[in-house]
């Protein structure tokens, strides 16, 4: 069984959908028992997400993109 710290690893390859089938069902049985990792999955993808909908992102706006992230993380719970 995965790791929580192969979870985080794993991360972008899980949500680009670039793990092996063996690598999916492992993460995906760590997910169904891990509540604070489906958390980060869950919050990793939002981020990506809201930077993906960015075009540019300065320091000057840094601070309101997280505050976005927190905005929309606390809608969806």
Do not use: P
């Amino acid at each position: 069984m995965l790791k929580c710290k192969d979870v985080v690893a794993s991360a972008t390859d899980y949500v680009d959908k670039e793990l092996s089938w063996s690598q999916s069902m492992s993460m995906a049985m760590h997910l169904l028992l891990c509540g604070h990792c489906r958390r980060f999955i869950k919050y990793f993808k939002l981020s990506l997400q809201t930077l993906k909908n960015k075009k540019t992102i300065s320091a000057e706006n840094a601070s309101q993109l997280s505050s976005e992230i927190i905005t929309k993380a606390q809608a969806d719970s």
